[in-house]
Structures are given as C-alpha cells and as structure tokens.
C-alpha cells in the first residue's frame, strides 16, 4: 500500500478551513468538499465522520483530508480521538502521527 509519502502532491486549490459552527473541518477542492465532523471534548478533538464526494474518491482525498487534521490539531496542541474508522485506520497506518492521538504521551 502506498504511504503518504509516495501520494501526489497537494493540490494548491484545496485548503482546510475549520467550521465551528457545524463542527467540521471542510477540505475544499476543485471538485467539491470532503469534511470530517468533529466534537472538543474535554480538551480533545474527537473525529466522529468523514466524508469524501462518491465523485472524488480513489484519488487520496480523504488521506489528505486526514492529514491536514492533524497538523491543524498538532499546530493547536490538541489531541485527536479517532471515532471515525477511517480516521483510526489512517492513524494507524501512519505512526509518525502517533504524538497528536489522544492518551498517547506527548514527545519531549
């Protein structure tokens, strides 16, 4: 399976923009929007859905909407709870993520 790594690119037209009104995090693309729903809880980020456009799957739209989760959670101090089972299995096929998880300890 390819890593992350060996994925193309991010394209410069999508972004992730946080949406607190609807609890969501939206990654706008050229074709659509792919989201993930989230909830804070007790100082966590608890990733409950993600969604990405019947559309604009197969193309690693979701891996990059997950990984732009991360570094916005990273870049905010918060830890993620991986409710969503691709989220679990996407941090689970990326241990260099492992940090942002909560109950994981935090690197020094």
């Known amino acids: 399976m390819p890593s992350f790594e060996d994925m193309p ?17 939206v990654l706008e693309t050229d074709g ?19 969604e990405v456009p019947a559309a604009l799957r197969g193309r690693g739209i979701g891996s990059r909407l997950a990984k732009a989760v991360f570094d916005h959670a990273r870049s905010r101090g918060e830890r993620i709870v991986p409710a969503c089972s691709f989220i679990a299995d996407w941090a689970h096929r990326h241990p260099d993520e492992e940090a942002v998880l909560a109950g994981r300890p935090t690197p020094p």
Not at 9 to 25: C, G, I, M
Not at 32 to 50: C, N, P, Q
Request: hydrophobic share 35%; glycine share 6%; no cysteine.
């Open 9 to 25: 690119p991010v394209p410069s037209a999508e972004r992730l923009r946080d949406d607190p009104a609807s609890n969501r995090f």
């Open 32 to 50: 659509g929007e792919a989201f993930a729903v989230y909830r804070r809880i007790d100082g966590r980020l608890v990733i409950s859905h993600t």
